[in-house]
């Protein structure tokens, strides 16, 4: 099928290519020409693992363009993965939203075309999204009328395993309330309902993955999917979080916690680890999205708002844990591992990390950094911070009062941990995700705490 995708961010790249991938015919729009250049040559703007790999084999099927005229015509789903950015009310900005519709609806041609909101968009938006349409159709000087329907089909994927979770979902979701556009998603998204597509050899189809359900809706309800999965995934780390709190006070070990509720099925183990909490770009601008949506029904949400009061707290913590161990911060020398808002990405929207330093900065701590991927990133977007980066994670603990492990990239596990510890000034560890091995740290002569 021919497919145009607007946007080419997280979302929008990675359905561009894993759709070529699987045969079709797909046309790549964004409005930043500098990417888009980018992307002629193969090169991609975001750090996700094999996408790169993917784009190449999948090269051959791939179009990119700054330019409607020839991403629309011709194409038969059209979906729109601009940014849709929190504004100050916690709604979301829906500037690129409309500005891509419009454009879409100039560019349509005769033929009946699905356009899919695959952007994360207050409930409603398909309506909206389709009367935009309706509008920029009307104002054609060609005065065609073209035939198409709005659907919803929000994505799961997560930053570090996006190809991953987009060619081996755990469900596809479509709204519609025009059955023709069901069917055409349907037939789109075919090869990976029944997995009959050639598993690429680096991202291999796991032994568990066969058929993909699918979940066929009214464009409303998979609108309040996304938000309540994200929300429930949400408040599922913060529940862990308040659980690790009383741990604490009472003795008990908050991940035996997890692991003994993880393994009832009916709770299962996943975003159950205990820590700083959660980051990047999606889950703080969607539960606050949620909350605006419902406050315009009159309507509060408690849970959710309790879910984001204790990620905020899990930062706090960060500092008065430290502020209990070493009685005076100002003038003390705190190393971060870790500035990713999680590991396998650059991604640095809503990074705890950031948050972190801030406050230890403001506090007259002189904080030091080190990310195997996203300290460039952090030196671009967040140099005036005052972060001292360093190149390995044994420059970070030289001289260190302290050293809390922010995000937890793989090679921290493994470190020469008596190394670190020569080089402290005070051999400190506050291990901000349960990542760590306490006994190893202890036997290396490091003092280890966990954050709850
Ligand atoms: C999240 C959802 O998991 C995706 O399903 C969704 O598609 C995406 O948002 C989105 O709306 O676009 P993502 O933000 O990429 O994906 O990352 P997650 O793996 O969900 O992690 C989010 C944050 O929660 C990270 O900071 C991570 O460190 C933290 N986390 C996760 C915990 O603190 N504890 C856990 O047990 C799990």
């Known amino acids: 099928m021919r497919v145009a995708i607007i946007g080419t961010g997280y979302v929008g790249l990675t359905t561009g290519v894993c759709l070529a991938s699987i045969g079709h015919r797909v046309a790549c729009l964004d409005t930043d020409q500098t990417k888009i250049a980018a992307l002629k040559n193969g090169k991609i703007p975001i750090f996700e693992p094999y996408l790169e790999d993917l784009l190449a084999d999948s090269q051959h099927n791939l179009e990119f363009t700054s330019s409607y005229a020839e991403a629309i015509p011709g194409a038969e789903v059209v979906f729109i ?170 003795g008990a070990d908050i991940s035996e916690v997890g692991r003994g509720i993880g393994l009832d099925s009916r709770i299962g183990p996943r975003f159950l680890n205990a820590g700083i909490g959660w980051g990047g770009s999606c889950f703080g601008k969607d539960t606050a999205a949620l909350i605006a949506t419902a406050g315009e029904y009159g309507l509060h949400l408690p849970i959710v708002e309790a879910a984001r009061k204790i990620n905020c707290r899990q930062r706090d913590r960060v500092v008065e844990k430290l502020l209990h161990e070493l009685k005076i911060l100002k003038g003390r020398s705190i190393g971060l591992l870790g500035l990713a808002f999680k590991p396998n990405t650059d991604d640095l929207r809503e990074a705890p990390a950031i948050e972190i330093a801030q406050k230890l900065i403001d506090r007259g701590v002189r904080v030091k950094a080190h990310d195997p991927i996203a300290a460039e990133r952090f030196c671009r977007e967040h140099g005036k911070i005052g972060v001292q980066l360093c190149r390995t994670p044994y420059e970070v603990a030289d001289a260190c009062d302290a050293l809390v492990l922010v995000t937890e990239w793989n090679e921290y596990r493994d470190l020469e941990w008596e190394c670190m510890a020569k080089r402290m000034r005070n051999p400190l560890v506050l291990d901000g995700r349960h990542a760590l091995d306490r006994e190893k740290l202890q036997r290396a002569g490091l003092r280890y705490l966990s954050l709850c």
């Open 81 to 250: 993965a601009v940014g849709t950015p929190p504004t100050p009310s916690g709604a979301p900005n829906l500037e690129f939203l409309s500005q891509a519709a419009r454009s879409i609806g100039e560019h349509l041609d005769n033929d009946f075309t699905v356009v899919v909101n695959k952007s994360t968009v207050p409930i409603g938006s398909g309506n909206w999204v389709e009367s935009l349409l309706r509008d920029a159709c009307e104002q054609r000087s060609d005065r065609r009328g073209p035939e198409f329907a709005v659907a919803s089909n929000p994505e799961f994927l997560r930053e570090g395993s996006a190809l991953h979770d987009s060619l081996y979902p755990d469900r596809i979701v479509i709204g519609a309330d025009e059955p023709r556009a069901l069917e055409v998603l349907y037939t789109l998204y075919r090869p990976i309902l029944d997995q009959t597509f050639p598993a690429p050899t680096y991202l291999p189809r796991p032994e568990t993955v066969s058929a993909i359900p699918l979940v066929s809706t009214d464009l409303a309800s998979a609108e309040l999917i996304k938000y309540a999965a994200n929300a429930f995934l949400a408040l599922k780390i913060s529940f862990i979080n308040e659980i690790g709190l009383l741990a604490e006070r009472v």
